[in-house]
């Protein structure tokens, strides 16, 4: 069974720093592509980061690009993203996501690509 668990979110005023965490296990994870994925109030859930197997290529919505910093621990099953400089248009639940198809060359940001998820981890960010 595939459990993705999330963690390190909370409240911060803007211009802060939060680290999220995701631990992961029932999968190989160091075979496969993990992300980061956002919903705000009234909104869609949105692509923030992604990583691949190895950690050697990140990919970043425009939003969070130089602020937020993804990377991966194999050793440890756990995928983080470091948020700085928050904005309270950073509000949002976060999401962890892992797609297992390993044929896969570059990181997708299209949420249909991903195929397990975990349950997310709110993080609000105060002007």
């Known amino acids: 069974q595939v459990q993705l668990v999330e963690s390190g979110g909370g409240l911060v005023q803007a211009g802060g720093s939060l680290r999220l965490s995701c631990a992961a296990s029932?999968?190989?994870?160091?075979?496969?592509?993990m992300g980061w994925f956002r919903q705000a109030p009234g909104k869609e859930r949105e692509f923030v980061a992604g990583?691949?197997?190895?950690?050697?290529?990140?990919r970043y919505a425009d939003s969070v690009k130089d602020r937020f910093t993804i990377s991966r621990d194999n050793a440890k099953s756990t995928v983080y993203l470091q948020m700085n400089s928050l904005k309270p248009e950073d509000t949002a639940v976060y999401y962890c996501?892992?797609?297992?198809?390993?044929?896969?060359?570059?990181?997708?940001?299209?949420?249909?690509?991903?195929?397990?998820w975990g349950q997310g981890t709110q993080v609000s960010v105060s002007s």
């Open positions: 029932g999968l190989t994870f160091s075979g496969n592509i």
């Open positions: 996501a892992a797609d297992v198809d390993r044929s896969r060359d570059s990181v997708p940001s299209f949420q249909w690509l991903y195929d397990y």
């Open positions: 990583i691949n197997w190895s950690g050697g290529s990140t």
